[in-house]
């Protein structure tokens, strides 16, 4: 475990924006919610990236209800992504979003994106929410799948995250790793391992950058005050995610 503190959101003096980023694999809020909504609003995220949101009969409020909770409101994804989703607090200004929904493996479960474009003052970024494929053949795909749709969004700087199901060295998660900043190996701070709860031992969750983004810290909450080992064993059957990135602001206001 790294210690140390966790910069705050912040917009600095050249107009780049500091933001905290969470990705959460929430397990549809099937566990504790008051301990999962606790374990969010102590992490004070500016987006949160969520893999199995609820899907089926009344997801929208259930969702919604977790984002009231946690001081965030809906951004996109769900039901219409397969699962992932995106909260942002007031902070973030939304430009656009897309749900995204990945070819059908018959015999698996579907699949999608989360994604949005967000501005924080003058600096812009694209947003991706992901939940991989258990198999392995597919979760490859569905990577390269993930680093063409955030070239696609458009923006000069990227954030994406979820459940890989995959370790680092594994050739999914390589694969991403090297187009894109792994936040945990670039700064680490915090915990690693992010399965499971009761017995961390695998770090299979990650939050992923362009190369133009400042990590300045990544890993589990575990010492963070206000998150509590017993919240992070009863939110749900992943460990949480924290980053806090330094994004530039455009060159032009």
């Known amino acids: 475990m790294v210690t140390g503190s966790l910069p705050n959101s912040r917009t600095e003096s050249d107009g780049s924006a500091v933001v905290r980023v969470l990705s959460y694999n929430i397990r549809s809020m099937r566990d504790d919610t008051g301990a999962l ?14 893999q199995e949101a609820p899907r089926f009969f009344r997801w929208r409020k259930k969702l919604a209800r977790l984002a009231a909770a946690s001081d965030l409101v809906i951004l996109s994804g769900g039901g219409t992504a397969a699962g992932p989703a995106l909260l942002c607090s007031l902070r973030a200004t939304v430009e656009r979003t897309e749900d995204v929904l990945l070819p059908l493996t018959p015999g698996l479960h579907r699949r999608g994106f989360s994604t949005a474009v967000v501005r924080f003052g003058r600096a812009r970024v694209g947003v991706l929410s992901c939940h991989l494929s258990l198999q392995k053949d597919e979760r490859y795909a569905q990577g390269g799948m993930l680093l063409d749709r955030l070239a696609a969004l458009g923006a000069p700087h990227a954030i994406a995250g979820g459940d890989l199901n995959e370790r680092p060295g594994g050739r999914t998660f390589e694969r991403l790793a090297t187009a894109l900043q792994d936040a945990w190996a670039t700064k680490p701070w915090g915990g690693e391992h992010t399965s499971t709860p009761a017995d961390p031992r695998q770090r299979i969750d ?3 950058a362009t190369p133009g983004i400042e990590v300045l810290g990544c890993g589990v909450p575990v010492d963070l005050p206000g998150v509590s080992e017993d919240d992070l064993r009863a939110a749900t059957d992943h460990l949480p995610v924290l980053a806090a990135l330094r994004i530039p602001a455009n060159e032009r206001p």
């Open 37 to 50: 909504a606790r374990v969010i609003a102590a992490c004070a995220p500016d987006l949160v990236l969520v």
């Open 206 to 208: 990650a939050i992923l």
